[in-house]
């Protein structure tokens, strides 16, 4: 039978509950400062070798770099310091050209170097210096050349009647591959007998001038032929591509026949109507066009 209660004003004392907490030894959370303590040592050891690592696998210049890279400095002075375009400039540290050859690299040397100073008697002698340097008298010889051909089929144009008329249908363009000789079609002449490869005589002739000139000289030399956008009725058997590939070959072959030996033509291609002369109106006459270049030669070869 469960016990009641005690009735009010009874002179029983109240029942006392005690609540014990049993604590386990060392099975308690001892919290996280500790974890952040050894992160932070981590880290630091991993700074540490990686460091180590850098000083062993660069060079004296990549280091160079990579201390530019994280100083702050004027933006003038960066684009100006070691490294280039980036931070290694395009090189990968772990490249063999780029493993140090000496224990010595190792280290730093202090150089002092005078302000305005200027390289000795070889310098720029090396390889790459003497390709460059080969390279350039070249192009500066080329250029001479060009400007000798220009003035020569330009005074044969001059003094021979028969090219008089021509004189604005003949340009000499200076580009990055060489000298570009165009022989331009206009509304009142026309290279070629309308829609063939047959040269007209005024043509072959003034082609055969500029073969005279070009002769002797050692460039290579490509041809280009274009055209305007006029359609062929029928293009399964002609169109502008054929057309004017026929026609960079037609002035090849004279340009052969009259002294340019074979094995200087580097390409001889057609372009259709691709690149007009006058972009604004692709059916106009001077769109039709030979292009022939006279190639820059190789300091190295």
Request: proline share 5%.
């Amino acid at each position: 039978m469960a016990s009641r209660a005690p009735a009010r004003g009874s002179n029983q004392p109240p029942k006392v509950i005690v609540k014990k907490v049993m604590v386990e030894a060392h099975g308690g959370h001892h919290g996280g400062a500790w974890k952040v303590a050894y992160a932070d040592f981590v880290t630091a050891m991993m700074a540490f070798f990686l460091l180590l690592w850098l000083l062993g696998a660069t060079t004296e210049k990549q280091r160079k770099a990579l201390a530019d890279y994280f100083t702050p400095t004027l933006i003038e002075y960066r684009e100006n310091s070691a490294g280039s375009d980036g931070l290694l400039g395009g090189s990968s540290l772990i490249d063999k050209d780029n493993y140090p050859h000496k224990a010595a690299q190792l280290g730093s040397r202090a150089m002092s170097v005078p302000i305005g100073a200027e390289g000795g008697d070889n310098a720029g002698t090396g390889e790459k210096g003497a390709i460059k340097s080969a390279r350039q008298v070249v192009e500066a010889e080329d250029r001479r050349n060009f400007e000798k051909l220009k003035a020569e089929v330009t005074a044969q144009m001059q003094v021979n009647r028969a090219f008089t008329r021509l004189r604005k249908n003949i340009r000499f363009v200076p580009t990055r591959e060489g000298l570009r000789i165009d022989l331009i079609d206009d509304a009142d002449f026309s290279m070629f007998a309308l829609g063939t490869t047959a040269l007209e005589p005024a043509a072959a002739a003034l082609i055969g001038t500029i073969a005279k000139s070009v002769a002797p000289m050692g460039n290579q030399l490509s041809v280009r032929g274009h055209t305007d956008n006029v359609p062929y009725g029928d293009p399964r058997t002609m169109n502008n591509w054929m057309l004017s590939s026929g026609r960079a070959e037609a002035t090849r072959r004279k340009l052969n026949a009259d002294g340019v030996a074979d094995r200087r033509f580097d390409r001889i291609e057609g372009v259709a109507d691709r690149e007009p002369f006058i972009a604004a109106n692709p059916a106009d006459p001077r769109n039709r066009r030979v292009s022939i270049t006279l190639l820059y030669r190789r300091g190295d070869r």
